[in-house]
């Protein structure tokens, strides 16, 4: 019986953090009552037991608050079309989570103002490990582990939770017939609920290549802020669901470094975890044009100040 538990927490934590990275459900049943020290988690995750004297303030501050930090990476191919941050506070159970935009400019060597330059390029060359380190440069945030999940997961989720209700803020049109499949979306204005291939298509748009139809004001950002609404809507939806079906249907396309103890254990922290625990923020910053390409440049100092905000640092 131990045995089923300790499989049931596994798929259950990555169903509940896959469903981040979809983004579905946070919060969900676990049939414990076992009790998990926030302290003995960020341990056994981070490795972390004692602040060293050479610490950043906001190394201090992760382990003062014995905060767990998640990178979340949906993909498209070789591609992370979805980037984002979970920082979890196991003491209060509150998530922040960053996103950060695909088009982000990162330093490169070898590279100047390229495509190459673009964050989502990095895990195709550079891996997970190579992806981790570029968030840091930008972020200052230490990645403890990551979490990802491709479209099919995508996919199989919003129909596992039938569906996901959205407020569409225009008719999406677009088409790429290279694209691998290739893509026609047609999605009109209003409220509805939308299911796989039509949430899939939903969460790429852009822009449009239609004459008479638009796109986000405010290109990738616009993107982010509709993904965020997703997710908002789709984590009250899964809360109302009971998981099994999720689990089965989502398992299959996680992957992750966090061992059986570590999900377990962070599995279980995240009992009474709700909505209002979880707070989106998006990378301070804004699009330029360079050499042809549009970026997203962060802001250095605007970073620093939310992240120091997230972590209740003060600055001097």
Do not use: W
Request: net charge negative; with cysteine.
């Amino acid at each position: 019986m131990e045995d089923f538990k300790l499989k049931y927490f596994f798929k259950v934590f990555f169903t509940s953090l896959a469903c981040f990275v979809l983004i579905i459900a946070s919060g969900i049943y676990l049939y414990s009552e076992k009790n998990v020290d926030a302290t003995d988690i960020f341990n056994i995750i981070t490795g972390k037991t004692e602040e060293n004297p050479n610490d950043t303030p906001l190394e201090k501050a992760i382990l003062k608050k014995g905060r767990i930090n998640i990178l979340l990476l949906g993909l498209e191919h070789e591609r992370t079309d979805t980037i984002m941050v979970a920082s979890y506070d196991t003491k209060t159970k509150k998530v922040d989570m960053i996103s950060i935009p695909r088009d982000t400019y990162c330093e490169r060597d070898g590279f100047v103002n390229s495509a190459n330059n673009k964050i989502n390029s990095v895990y195709t060359v550079k891996g997970i490990e190579g992806l981790e380190e570029m968030v840091k440069s930008i972020t200052g945030i230490t990645v403890d582990k990551y979490i990802t999940i491709d479209y099919d997961g995508v996919r199989a989720a919003v129909d596992a939770v039938d569906g996901v209700e959205v407020e569409v803020p225009f008719h999406m049109r677009y088409t790429d017939p290279y694209s691998d499949p290739p893509l026609d979306i047609d999605i009109p204005e209003g409220k509805q609920v939308i299911y796989g291939d039509t949430a899939m298509e939903f969460l790429r748009f852009r822009k449009t290549n239609y004459k008479g139809y638009t796109g986000y004001a405010e290109g990738d950002l616009g993107r982010i802020k509709a993904q965020q609404d997703f997710v908002k809507s789709a984590i009250k939806k899964a809360l109302s669901f009971k998981l099994p079906k999720v689990i089965s249907e989502v398992y299959p396309y996680v992957g992750t470094d966090l061992s059986l103890a570590e999900s377990t254990s962070l599995g279980v922290s995240s009992l009474g975890m709700s909505t209002e625990n979880v707070t989106f923020h998006v990378l301070p910053g804004d699009t330029e044009t360079r050499n042809g390409l549009s970026f997203y440049v962060a802001n250095p100092d605007e970073v620093l100040n939310m992240i120091y905000e997230i972590y209740e640092i003060e600055l001097d």
